[in-house]
């Protein structure tokens, strides 16, 4: 059974302040490590794909790294506004089976 | 195309009831997967399919579920004599030949 675990399960962030949140998954058997946006009665949008260890990828004021050695990744938001609210998710992709593994989110609430 | 298009968006059946969802896929991808969220959960892998072949099925998916892709296009998931744990939001994919995977906006089931 994989493993994905996020942290925290939820954050409440004064707006204009930078955030972070982790997700951990399996080192071993990885393919890709995905970053979603959820908003409410919305379709998961996705932020990042990632595959390679060290990887850094950028989207405007978020952010994301990869450290497939130790099985983790940060996703960090820079000075947040109240339209980033909404649950992160994120998934791992590998151990020999399609789909994804996702954790259980991290619900940001942005407050003004 | 503007998406992954699933229908309906909500749905509330009685326990006992037989309900089905469709997804429209993006056309020109040929991987297909249906996930189900329940609260406080990240979404569970359930199926997946290739073109119209169903290569993959979780243990979650009992036999009251069955998926079907029968052209290589639109996919359908029925869920026979509906309990109320099969209450959840239920999400469809498709994915290209590339990492990405794109998200349906999901149909939310309820079983009263």
């Given at each position: 059974i994989l493993n994905v675990e996020q942290s925290p399960q939820s954050l409440h962030v004064q707006e204009g302040d930078s955030t972070n949140f982790t997700c951990s998954f399996p080192?071993?058997?990885?393919y890709a490590l995905h970053w979603y946006r959820w908003e409410t009665a919305k379709s998961p949008e996705a932020l990042f794909v990632m595959t390679l260890n060290g990887d850094e990828k950028k989207k405007g004021r978020i952010s994301a790294t990869l450290n497939t050695k130790e099985g983790y990744s940060y996703l960090y938001i820079k000075g947040s506004q109240p339209e980033d609210s909404a649950t992160y998710l994120c998934a791992f992709s590998g151990g020999g089976a399609d789909g994804l593994t996702f954790g259980k989110g991290t619900h940001l609430i942005i407050q003004p | 195309d503007t998406g992954v298009s699933q229908n309906p968006r909500h749905k509330i059946t009685k326990r006992g009831q037989n309900v089905t969802f469709r997804c429209d896929p993006i056309s020109e991808h040929n991987r297909l997967y249906w996930y189900r969220q329940t609260l406080g959960q990240g979404p569970e892998f359930l199926t997946y399919f290739q073109n119209e072949a169903q290569l993959e099925k979780s243990r979650l998916l009992s036999d009251r579920f069955s998926a079907e892709r029968p052209k290589g296009s639109f996919s359908t998931l029925e869920i026979q004599r509906t309990e109320q744990g099969d209450s959840a939001m239920y999400l469809c994919a498709s994915r290209g030949l590339n990492y990405g995977y794109t998200f349906g906006s999901g149909t939310r089931l309820t079983v009263v």
């Open positions: 080192s071993s058997n990885f | -």
